[in-house]
């Protein structure tokens, strides 16, 4: 199929398709995650992270999303670092073959760790390149939407205990997400999506931590989402790598 311009229509549904939004202006929905991060190196980390994102309110499974992440970081001293990587999304509606949505999205990211007594506050910017592709309703050939964005963490967990070493054992995360459009195919720039997320931090052994809560998020347009979340973290152990 011929590639053809994205319209202005057209380039919005696409974003606005793989962040998750159906027709509905609020939504229910479930999100897995498993992040795996393997020591290489002490200066270097590589991270990969498949999810799993279901729309359960109000039309049960109707809406699907599966995304794997890569990443590759370097550790710039105890409080910087720096990373790389790329995400595949496959976004779609489970009961119609209308509009099937892929994504690559390749970004790179600086992450800072104050150096806070027992407070593990986290600041990262990523910077992300979206190639969108998709066959959309009433569009002829592919459509193909490119758009940069640029997001914005602030991150902290408050500990309910800690191990000998300070590590966290069970405690209470928070985190709060800012989403800009910088550039894009017949888009402006300009907000994008506030995310919102508290929830419980369980470490269930040595090396692997549950997460569960919910995230709020909003998008322009007073479009709302709720999100029950849940995330194995499992770190290998530094003398396994390699």
């Known amino acids: 199929m011929a590639r053809g311009a994205p319209t202005l229509p057209a380039a919005l549904l696409l974003l606005a398709f793989v962040s ?144 000998e070493e300070g590590h966290l054992l069970t405690g209470l995360r928070l985190a709060i997400e800012g989403l800009w459009r910088a550039w894009g195919d017949a888009v402006e720039p300009g907000f994008d999506q506030f995310r919102a997320f508290g929830g419980v931090v369980q470490r269930v052994s040595h090396d692997l931590d549950l997460e569960i809560g919910y995230m709020w998020l909003l998008r322009e347009h007073d479009v709302q989402q709720h999100w029950l979340r849940m995330t194995f973290a499992h770190h290998v152990p530094t003398h396994h790598a390699g």
């Open 20 to 163: 998750g939004r159906s027709s509905a202006q609020t939504t229910g929905n479930l999100w897995f995650r498993y992040i795996l991060q393997v020591p290489l190196h002490p200066h270097w980390t590589l991270r990969f992270e498949p999810d799993l994102r279901v729309e359960m309110a109000p039309d049960p499974g109707r809406f699907q999303q599966l995304l794997f992440r890569t990443e590759v970081q370097r550790h710039l001293g105890e409080a910087h670092a720096v990373a790389a990587g790329a995400l595949f999304l496959d976004a779609g509606l489970t009961r119609t073959d209308q509009l099937q949505v892929q994504e690559w999205r390749p970004h790179v990211a600086w992450s800072f760790r104050p150096a806070l007594p027992h407070r593990p506050l986290l600041l990262r910017l990523r910077g992300e390149y979206r190639s969108i592709s998709a066959d959309p309703p009433g569009e002829t050939g592919t459509t193909l939407v490119r758009a940069a964005r640029v997001r914005s963490l602030l991150q902290d967990d408050l500990a309910f205990r800690r191990d």
